[in-house]
């Protein structure tokens, strides 16, 4: 099935990431299975980001509101309800899916920086609707102390299921990427008048494009839950969704994993840095200075160019 | 609610909302600046806001006994002025051929670096600032007492408006400022040096953003995290406003400081969504914005 889609070494090689990562847990101590583990939750959130800022062009701008959402909605499901576990875990990417329909449906109609903003000011009513409503959400405690079933009751059973969750949804993000939607977002990035010309629904497809990536989004709300067992409105403060923004830009946004590497690349740096100093968004600002200046297609971007002659070369010796 | 509010209340709500508007046109109306000329939307405007609050506190402590806060209110923002030339002429100047994204990305890296700055200099705990003797204590107007400094607020926010309708129209840099705005290029080949008319709108939007800071130095705990608020905000008010229009800056402050002002007295818990939805409403009824926008 993956034939022809999939280039068979880079295939091979997440595979056999997959499988290292899988074996890691008993090896490593308790705190980097706990890093490893946020960063694949990132990960996901800032490539389903990625699949409309990177490949879909749009200026999607609050992000993050969509991760808060699946997180609540599974935290309040499993707190305030007697449902059974898997619903909450159901609902929350639902829900955010829900959220992306409801505010994508608005921001579709305009382009660009007015579409950014007025997702900004779609988002920040969500977030202060959840800041606020104390009785519901716990205003600005959050909610703590989720209540996990025993298969998720350790560290390393999270780890194992998120990690599981994390390679089943970039699979299917590759496929979605991959398929004739994926490339005619991609070319709606491009072109968009000549897309809306040639007959495609420029707006459907955005809009269609939004509801997957919050679905990811959702998801990755829900592993959140998982992992920290609390959430707080900072998951759906405009912050947050610059950072995402930022890690698609630090990794690469015009390539497939680079997301990965950004969040990576970011939620190491405030763990390490944060140990050392409490200065460490000083230190995020200065290195995406650099970048800026120096690594402007990311850092995955960058390694795919110094690669591209030297697989060509190989490829040359081979003939 | 089951509370009646009589006319006085709602007056003297209304007139406390147009004061706060105040501040936010005079912040908004740098950052719309900066957004027509420029065409950059400066996330570091907010932080530059806080910095100018922060330098308040500081020099009105230097500047010892009731004058300290006028003091405070000329040297802040030229403190604030000061910090966006050094970063524009060292940094900024050198990305205008990129793409918008990044741009936009490296005044993001420019509000944490900010951020984190005000953080080390002035730490993590509240501070306030007294309003001067003359702007202490309260007016009655209307059958409502009514503070005096947001009195004082709302002529500073007529005076801005005014100085800056005659800085863009009547002075030469405020013509040509306009005209980089619409096409850049034609100003370069008219022999005018772009780079210093960019860095020239630049600082003196990031003048009104430490402006702002200042004079909201006396009416709120300043605190880190007072740039996230504000700058978010700002953004909103300038797209509702019309991008780069600094008229649309005022309406759209005005919609949204007298909003949420009004939104205290029907929904206190909630009066944050009130201009939230405002926002919202106009972005649907009018994309582009309510006055035209220079882009």
């Known amino acids: ?319 | 609610m089951g509370v009646s509010y009589g006319a006085a209340d709602l007056i003297s709500q209304f007139l406390v909302g147009i004061s706060r508007s105040m501040i936010l046109f005079i912040v908004c109306a740098g950052l719309s600046f900066v957004l027509g000329v420029l065409r950059v939307p400066n996330i570091a405007h907010g932080s530059l806001y806080m910095i100018g609050a922060f330098a308040t506190f500081s020099l009105s402590k230097v500047f010892a006994g009731s004058y300290g806060f006028w003091f405070a209110l000329i040297l802040a923002p030229l403190l604030v002025v000061l910090i966006s030339l050094v970063a524009e002429r060292a940094l900024f100047c050198h990305l205008y051929q990129r793409e918008h994204l990044m741009l936009l990305l490296f005044t993001f890296a420019l509000s944490l670096i900010f951020g984190d700055l005000v953080k080390l200099v002035w730490g993590a705990e509240y501070r306030s600032v007294a309003a001067p003797d003359l702007l202490k204590g309260s007016v009655s107007m209307l059958g409502s007492s009514f503070p005096r400094y947001n009195l004082f607020l709302i002529f500073i926010g007529l005076g801005v408006a005014t100085a800056l309708w005659v800085f863009v129209n009547k002075t030469k840099i405020g013509k040509i400022s306009r005209a980089a705005a619409v096409d850049r290029e034609m100003v370069g080949m008219l022999g005018i040096n772009v780079s210093w008319v960019f860095a020239a709108a630049f600082v003196i939007g990031c003048y009104l953003a430490g402006l702002g800071g200042a004079l909201v130095a006396p009416t709120v705990s300043i605190t880190l995290g007072m740039d996230h608020t504000l700058i978010i905000e700002a953004f909103l008010i300038v797209t509702i406003g019309g991008l780069g229009n600094m008229w649309g800056a005022l309406v759209g402050s005005l919609i949204f400081g007298v909003t949420h002002s009004l939104g205290v007295l029907i929904l206190p818990q909630f009066a944050i969504i009130f201009p939230y939805a405002a926002v919202v409403i106009v972005l649907l009824l009018r994309p582009k914005g309510l006055l035209k926008s220079v882009w």
């Open chain 1, 1 to 319: 099935m993956f034939k022809g889609i999939v280039c068979a070494k880079s295939f091979q090689l997440a595979v056999a990431l997959f499988i290292l990562l899988l074996l890691l847990p008993p090896f490593v101590p308790r705190f980097y299975v706990y890093i490893l583990a946020l960063i694949y939750v990132t990960s996901l959130l800032a490539m389903s980001l990625n699949l409309l800022v990177g490949h879909g062009g749009m200026f999607q701008f609050h992000h993050a509101v969509f991760y808060g959402v699946g997180a609540y909605t599974v935290a309040l499901m499993l707190t305030k309800t007697r449902m059974p576990v898997w619903v909450g875990f159901l609902a929350g990417p639902i829900a955010a899916m829900f959220a992306g329909l409801v505010i994508g449906w608005f921001c579709v109609r305009l382009t660009r920086l007015y579409f950014g903003m007025l997702q900004i000011s779609l988002g920040s009513l969500v977030w202060a609707i959840v800041f606020r409503w104390y009785r519901f959400t716990g205003g600005d405690d959050g909610i703590h102390g989720v209540p996990m079933p025993p298969l998720l009751s350790s560290l390393n059973r999270s780890y194992y299921f998120i990690l599981i969750i994390l390679a089943l949804s970039l699979m299917l993000l590759y496929l979605i990427l991959k398929s004739p939607f994926g490339s005619t977002l991609q070319a709606i990035r491009d072109n968009p008048d000549r897309c809306a010309a040639v007959g495609i629904n420029v707006r459907r497809h955005q809009l269609l494009a939004i509801v997957v990536a919050t679905f990811f989004a959702g998801i990755a709300g829900v592993l959140f839950v998982v992992l920290e067992r609390s959430v707080f409105p900072d998951l759906l403060f405009w912050v947050l969704s610059l950072e995402i923004f930022i890690m698609c830009l630090l990794g690469g946004w015009f390539t497939f994993a680079g997301p990965v590497l950004g969040a990576a690349i970011t939620v190491a740096l405030r763990t390490f840095v944060g140990i050392y100093t409490e200065y460490w968004t000083l230190i995020l600002g200065v290195i995406l200075i650099l970048l800026i200046f120096f690594l402007p297609e990311g850092v995955m971007g960058y390694l795919l160019e110094i690669l591209k002659p030297r697989a060509k070369e190989a490829a040359g010796r081979r003939e």
